[in-house]
């Protein structure tokens, strides 16, 4: 019937453009229906006029626009629905649940403490999916599936189940320490998950029989940045990219930029049976590769203990690997030397750097833009709620 159309128009459109539609957008939607009911059929024409609202930028963009602030030239505030749409697409990539929706329509998400409530109610449910997304994101960690490996069979390497138990590590973070200690638990923790395909990469005697956490091997293992999933991302086929690593640290976890290697610069490394610190010394022959590479290289070198598949290792060509390095002119939380990986891991967690860093880059994420020098306040904000 004409009216059942409207309704599913005016019900299932609501959740299209993440707002009540209009009286005239009920009329026009429901209109392409309605005139090829004859020509179609009624489900076939429903279906047209849902696939003009599918097409609309109403559903295609998050429209932000606001409703303009009394004596403030300029400014716009998020009405209740724009801040629905914010919060529940923020935390869980889908429409605003049945609780959120009621809040906006009654007007009950004006204050920091009603939005703070809804945010808090969601994060603490199952489909606040978007926290774990943000920090596999953050990590990089679907660069496993498809980079290449030498090896790529049970009980060696397998892909698949590196990036599971990657995720499956960043769930537990979230779920123990969402309210305290977060990203140093992020950074330092010895839990892991391990399977068939990936339990020798961790140096365990056997695989574990489901998903429960596993205590990993003392001194070896120090969270994210020792986990295979992150560690075989940053690799190659056979050989590690230490450059590769330290420039994820470098920038990523503290936030300083390097510049691209000019373009009349080929470095190639040396073929020789070295490590990889022995061909790296290039870099500090060369004045053009010394400054940067003296940022990039620190925190590279320091996961040289771990190969191209992320397993822990000691030597290299036969010869002793040194995992230590140390940091000059970055922060006073950062300078100074660590011994392996391990101690990198230690001095990153304990950094008001890394924090605000950290802070910045689930900014981009939630915002879903790059801070500009007007959101240094809530930069400020942010970091001192964490």
């Given at each position: ?299 590279g070198l320091a996961l040289e203990q ?17 995992a230590s390095g140390s940091w000059s ?58």
């Amino acid at each position: 019937q004409d009216a059942c159309i409207e309704e599913l128009v005016r019900e299932r459109g609501a959740i299209l453009f993440r707002r009540p539609l209009s009286t005239d957008e009920v009329t026009r939607y429901a209109a392409y229906a309605k005139s090829n009911a004859a020509t179609f059929g009624r489900d076939e024409a429903l279906g047209i006029a849902f696939q003009a609202m599918l097409i609309a930028p109403q559903f295609l963009f998050l429209a932000e626009i606001g409703t303009p602030v009394p004596r403030e030239s300029g400014v716009a505030r998020l009405d209740a629905y724009e801040v629905a749409a914010a919060i529940s697409y923020g935390l869980t990539d889908g429409p605003a649940d049945a609780m959120l929706w009621a809040a906006a329509q009654s007007g009950a998400l004006s204050t920091p403490e009603q939005i703070r409530g809804h945010v808090a109610r969601l994060l603490a449910s199952p489909a606040a999916t978007a926290a774990g997304e943000f920090i596999a994101q953050y990590f990089k960690l679907d660069r496993v599936l498809t980079i290449a490996k030498t090896i790529e069979k049970s009980g060696e390497y397998g892909r698949e189940r590196v990036h599971e138990d990657g995720r499956l590590f960043i769930d537990r973070v979230l779920s123990t320490n969402r309210g305290k200690d977060f990203l140093s638990t992020l950074l330092t923790s010895r839990v892991g998950f391990a399977g068939r395909d990936s339990y020798k990469l961790y140096g365990l005697g056997a695989a574990p029989a489901g998903s429960e956490p596993v205590t990993l091997p003392a001194g070896e293992r120090a969270g994210m940045l020792t986990q295979p999933a992150f560690l075989a991302s940053f690799a190659g086929l056979e050989e590690t990219q230490p450059v590769k690593r330290g420039r994820f640290i470098t920038e990523s976890l503290l936030c300083v930029e390097v510049p691209e290697a000019p373009l009349d610069v080929v470095t190639k490394l040396p073929t020789s049976m070295s490590t990889m610190r022995e061909k790296l010394e290039i870099h500090s022959s060369n004045p053009r590769c010394a400054a940067c590479h003296a940022l990039l290289d620190p925190g590279g070198l320091a996961l040289e203990q771990y190969d191209a598949y992320g397993r822990f290792r000691t030597t290299e060509h036969g010869k002793t690997i040194d995992a230590s390095g140390s940091w000059s002119g970055v922060s006073p939380d950062i300078d100074g030397r660590f011994e392996n990986a391990v101690a990198l891991a230690d001095r990153l967690a304990k950094s008001t750097t890394v924090e605000q860093c950290f802070v910045r880059h689930a900014f981009r994420f939630f915002m879903g833009r790059p801070e500009g020098n007007y959101d240094r306040c809530t930069l400020t904000g942010a970091s001192e709620a964490y």
